[in-house]
């Protein structure tokens, strides 16, 4: 692990390989290890940074107001790297798409896992799963509410925890309460988002795009990659993965890894 300054924050990360650059982006209930089994894989051909987004991880979290995309910016100029490929999951995949909107010279593809993306509304329906699941957690027992979470996100709506790793739980759950912690502390801090939202300006992204989600993931989650492939000229929509929920890439790297290998050639 590295710590660097961006924008006033010392942000850790890892540095692997040579080549061109992936800058791999973490969901929000994870950290930088979640790409654990992409890292050896992608290394052999790229150069491969996994970074610890503001407050999350090993990264900190100084009180003054940061846009998360700025920092991918930043960390790019730190590292001496005109351009790199942005591979994200859930939220690393909307930091993704917002760097590429705000920076869109910095990009040269996106590859989108799972994907959150700026101002998109979550439905009823999700809503209703999440009470169905998981229902009502102590916001303040962050080891009650990782459970929850990781219920609905990395097990899924269709599936039951008993038909999932549990060592894969075991390790979400874990990730999932430093990141709870980070979500708390950045609720206090003024974090810039796009205006207009992202949600509203999928048309303009002008790099190579590709779109994956877990067949186990929350339907919201799907339909929205279906939307990106639809909106985004030129972006390439693989079938959903199947015995996968949120956490794609960290449970099904057999699938992923040559899917990203493929594309980042």
């Excluded at 590295?2 to 973490?26: C, F, M, Q, R, W």
Aim: hydrophobic share 45%.
């Amino acid at each position: 692990m590295t710590k660097i300054e961006i924008n006033g924050a010392n942000l850790a990360y890892d540095d692997t390989g040579s080549g061109s650059p992936v800058v791999l982006l973490h969901a929000g209930i994870a950290d930088r290890r979640m790409w654990r089994e992409q890292v050896p894989a992608i290394a052999a051909r790229h150069r491969v940074i996994t970074v610890d987004l503001r407050g999350y991880g090993d990264s900190e979290l100084p009180p003054d107001p940061f846009a998360h995309h700025d920092d991918v910016v930043g960390l790019l100029d730190a590292l001496d790297l005109p351009r790199a490929a942005l591979v994200g999951c859930s939220f690393g995949g909307a930091v993704a798409v917002d760097t590429a909107l705000a920076h869109p010279g910095r990009v040269r593809a996106l590859a989108l896992l799972g994907t959150a993306i700026g101002g998109h509304e979550w439905s009823e329906e999700a809503n209703d799963l999440w009470d169905d699941l998981v229902g009502e957690t102590d916001p303040e027992d962050f080891a009650a509410s990782a459970a929850g979470e990781v219920r609905f996100w990395v097990v899924g709506p269709g599936r039951r925890p008993e038909e999932v790793d549990p060592a894969l739980i075991r390790f979400a759950e874990e990730m999932d309460r430093r990141a709870l912690t980070a979500e708390l502390a950045l609720s206090a801090v003024d974090v810039t988002e796009l205006d207009p939202p992202a949600i509203e300006r999928l048309g303009e992204l002008r790099v190579p795009v590709l779109v994956a989600a877990g067949a186990a993931d929350v339907p919201d989650i799907r339909r929205l990659a279906d939307r990106i492939a639809a909106e985004v000229p030129g972006a390439v929509r693989l079938p959903d993965v199947p015995d996968a929920g949120h956490l794609l890439p960290l449970e099904r790297p057999d699938a992923v890894n040559p899917a990203l290998l493929d594309f980042l050639s």
